[in-house]
């Protein structure tokens, strides 16, 4: 009993401390959220492109205490996925699992919605074509007598089925002035296809008009 009572508030002080930091660790019972996750995509292919459309986001299920899961802690959580194993075209499945989930410590994974990504793969496809431009429509009482666009061809790159399909790029759409004086405008490509980009990202096209009232 002496050794029990022996600097006894100094033991029921270290008790409490203890105590406190478990719940302070631990936060209280576990119970389960689920959060959307963006899916990033790593070690891609250099030679091939994906063709199949890729979810942004993942819904993830998982455990843990409530001092785990706050939107602070889980607000960060990541769903990899590793490329570094596909060497040609074709469709691979790959399955979410907890390696291919970024959660905080103490947190369980529990599944994914969707549980698998099946990507197609495809070679990829480099190819020159016209540039196409539009206008809004002309200002009435006048029409277009002269146009020059430059670069007049420009070269657009991605999965091969995807570029093979396209035989033109767009300008956006050019707003025409009321006058017979030449104007000359910047204006950004469209290759129609998301999967789909311009060799030179962010090309600008410029657009020489002119118009010419209607007799």
Known sequence: MRLILENLWLKIASLLIAVLWWMATVGGPESTTAVSAPVQLRNLPQDLELSSPLPENAYIEMRGTSRRLTSQEI??????????TVDRAGERTFSILAGNVNLPPGVEFLRSVPSQLRLKFE??????????T?????????????????????KIVGPESRVAAIDRVQTDPIELAADEEEHTFHVHGFAGDAQVRLEQPGQIF??????????
Do not use: F
């Open 75 to 84: 607000g960060n959580a990541l769903v990899v996925v590793d490329l570094g």
């Open 123 to 132: 070679s990829r496809l480099t190819k020159e074509v016209p540039v196409l």
């Open 134 to 154: 539009r206008y809004a429509a002309p200002p009435s009482g006048y029409h277009i007598v002269n146009q020059l666009v430059s670069p007049a061809a420009v």
């Open 206 to 215: 410029n657009v020489k008009v002119r118009l010419e009232k209607d007799r």
